[in-house]
């Protein structure tokens, strides 16, 4: 084949490849117990399910939808996509673990399903270790009936001068009680006054549900000067956020002088 074919067919194939947004999900082992193996297949980005099948035949006994994921039409659907990545055997039970780190016990009589947020437990620490103004403000009042801080990821808030009026805010991981979208509480420093974007109201390309996001940092002012002139990289009037999807896409959160915008950086 002529350097010009070569050519001609990774062109043909670069748009596919660019559109590979996540890596594909871990092979979960199957488990075996009382001659009954346990499946995850994870072939489904849409829900997280698993199978029975008798060990000897293979016939499959019986299937199992442990949790589906909600798809927003406006973003790339394979980075909302999640799957079991783990499963086993516990006092008789069928333990799965999602890649949100959620745990599923199955009964295996009844089927069962009973649930747990291995995250949950470093809530209560996560809440403590904040800033008391900020834990008052988020956990009184018609905020802490609606909304409640999240420990999905670590750090579960940061500090920096988001505004850029010389006093510190904080931005908060929060939950919506009601729908269980994930986002952001942006505490102003000075006023005390809340901004919320997800967890129910949306923002740019990231909706109205952050539960895509699996990891964020501040973005400083300094650096957003040393970088000015980059492409998407916005004039900055104080510390931003950069929130990603690992291997997917990240933007920028900032204040624009009137009110909390979208940056897109990658997708």
Same mark, same amino acid.
């Given at each position: 084949m002529t350097q010009l074919g070569v050519l001609l067919l990774s062109l043909l194939f670069l748009p596919q490849l660019a559109?590979?947004?996540r890596t594909a999900p871990v092979r979960v082992n199957p488990v075996v117990y009382e001659s009954i193996r346990y499946v995850a297949p994870n072939d489904d980005g849409r829900r997280g399910y698993v199978e029975a099948r008798n060990v000897a &035949?293979?016939?499959? /006994?019986?299937? !199992?939808? !442990?949790? &589906?994921?909600? *798809? $927003?039409? =406006? /973003?790339?659907? $394979?980075?909302?996509?999640?799957?079991?990545?783990? !499963?086993?055997?516990? %006092? #008789?039970? /069928?333990?799965? *673990? @999602?890649?949100? #780190?959620? &745990?599923?016990?199955? %009964? /295996?009589? &009844?089927?069962? *399903?009973t649930q747990s947020d291995s995250r949950s437990s470093a809530s209560s620490e996560a809440i403590t270790n904040m800033p008391d103004a900020v834990k008052k403000t988020l956990t009184n009042g018609l905020l802490g009936k609606r909304y409640a801080p999240s420990s999905r990821m670590n750090p579960s808030y940061l500090e920096g001068d988001f505004d850029g009026d010389g006093k510190m805010d904080t931005a908060v991981l929060i939950k919506e009680n009601s729908t269980g979208k994930v986002g952001i509480a942006i505490v102003n420093g000075t006023t005390g006054k809340v901004t919320i974007l997800g967890a129910g109201i949306g923002i740019g390309n990231g909706g109205d549900d952050f539960e895509w996001m699996d990891s964020w940092q501040v973005y400083s002012k300094a650096r957003g000067i040393h970088t000015a002139g980059e492409v998407n990289v916005p004039h900055l009037h104080g510390?931003?956020?950069?929130? +990603? =999807? @690992? +291997?997917a896409a990240s933007a920028l959160i900032y204040?624009? #002088? =009137?009110?909390y915008v979208w940056s897109q950086q990658g997708d």
């Amino acid at each position: 084949m002529t350097q010009l074919g070569v050519l001609l067919l990774s062109l043909l194939f670069l748009p596919q490849l660019a559109f590979a947004k996540r890596t594909a999900p871990v092979r979960v082992n199957p488990v075996v117990y009382e001659s009954i193996r346990y499946v995850a297949p994870n072939d489904d980005g849409r829900r997280g399910y698993v199978e029975a099948r008798n060990v000897a &035949t293979n016939k499959k /006994l019986w299937e !199992l939808t !442990l949790f &589906t994921n909600r *798809i $927003d039409p =406006k /973003l790339e659907e $394979d980075v909302q996509w999640v799957f079991i990545k783990a !499963l086993n055997i516990q %006092d #008789g039970r /069928l333990v799965a *673990i @999602s890649e949100r #780190g959620e &745990t599923y016990q199955i %009964d /295996l009589q &009844t089927k069962e *399903i009973t649930q747990s947020d291995s995250r949950s437990s470093a809530s209560s620490e996560a809440i403590t270790n904040m800033p008391d103004a900020v834990k008052k403000t988020l956990t009184n009042g018609l905020l802490g009936k609606r909304y409640a801080p999240s420990s999905r990821m670590n750090p579960s808030y940061l500090e920096g001068d988001f505004d850029g009026d010389g006093k510190m805010d904080t931005a908060v991981l929060i939950k919506e009680n009601s729908t269980g979208k994930v986002g952001i509480a942006i505490v102003n420093g000075t006023t005390g006054k809340v901004t919320i974007l997800g967890a129910g109201i949306g923002i740019g390309n990231g909706g109205d549900d952050f539960e895509w996001m699996d990891s964020w940092q501040v973005y400083s002012k300094a650096r957003g000067i040393h970088t000015a002139g980059e492409v998407n990289v916005p004039h900055l009037h104080g510390d931003a956020l950069l929130v +990603e =999807k @690992s +291997e997917a896409a990240s933007a920028l959160i900032y204040w624009n #002088g =009137k009110r909390y915008v979208w940056s897109q950086q990658g997708d």
